[in-house]
């Protein structure tokens, strides 16, 4: 993988704020490796899972080696990140036992995909054996996991603002790809395009439309308060969070990452809101509407979205499936299987 700086000069553009690289054609880098860096630690430190055995936290992010940017050419984004992370966990059992290890990925790279990575995890030296080990193995390296993904979907919008400039005819349509073959959703999903014209941009953002389905072991009152209730939020999206669980109330979300308002409450039965990830257009919002559909011992959740940009089409599915169905099913138990 090629330094940062070491490209050809001759293909190399600073990016400008007359936005004269015009129809994106010239070759223009960013290096990501400090935002990267403070955004891994940032998801890393405190991370906690606990069971019957005890609990264990992510106390210190001792490493973070390596290096990250991303190349614009013809509108097309290619992204190079390749880490080294470490970090320290500490754990402390029913009986008030402390335990201290360690957990290392060294294989953190747009060449691997995130299922193949190497995340070890071991016991300082002198600590006698615990069942916590099991823990961190398993709900441990899970959530890790799900952090270092988190990463990589912030890469992909939060730091690329920005770097596709208007083109002569209007927006270019910005692709993403990074070296590594980027795995596809498996879910059907129905997707047509369509268009809309977002406040204060200027310019028309092409956009589609989709729906995901999915199921969980829950009835439709306990769904529908799930998205409404924030110590409920808190709890799957693992964070702080803002929710106003009214018509017309606002919610934020993952750090302020993701935003919106209630625009329509059926209890039980619907939600309607206005949501966007906080790196789209100024004031562009999709419309997603949910639809809670009773199946004796489960519930078929229905979820369309309208006015999605077409370009976070799949940032937008893939970031539905593990933060929100995946995240509920593991936090509240509601497992199911995947339509």
Known sequence: MAKWGEGDPRWIVEERADATNVNNWHWTERDATNWSSDKLK????????????????VTEVSKVEG???????????????????KATWTGKSKAGVEYKGTI????????????????????????????LMNLMKTKGVDKFRDALQSYVGFLKTEFTQGMILPTANGVAKPQSTSQSKAKLDKTEISSSASTATPVNTGVKIPTCKFTLKETFLTSPAELYRVFLNREMVQAFTRGSATVDGEKGGKFRL?????LGEF???????????????????????????????DRSSETELKVEYRGVPNSQE???KEGWKRYYFESIKQTFGYGARLF
Request: aromatic share 8%; glycine share 4%.
């Open 254 to 258: 993952l750090d302020g990452n993701i």
């Open 67 to 85: 290096e990250a940017s991303i190349n614009n050419r013809k509108g097309k984004l290619i992204f190079f990140y390749e880490w080294n992370v």
């Open 314 to 316: 799949e940032q937008t």
């Open 104 to 131: 290392e990925v060294p294989n953190l790279s747009d060449e691997n995909d995130m299922e193949d990575l190497d995340i070890s995890v071991s016991l300082n030296k002198d600590e006698p054996d615990t069942l």
């Open 42 to 57: 940032s998801l890393l430190l405190g991370l906690s899972v606990e069971n019957e055995e005890g609990t264990c936290e």
């Open 263 to 293: 625009t329509e409450l059926v209890p039980d039965e619907k939600i309607v809101m206005k949501w966007r990830y906080n790196t789209w257009p100024c004031e562009h919002y999709a419309t997603i509407t949910m639809t809670f559909l």
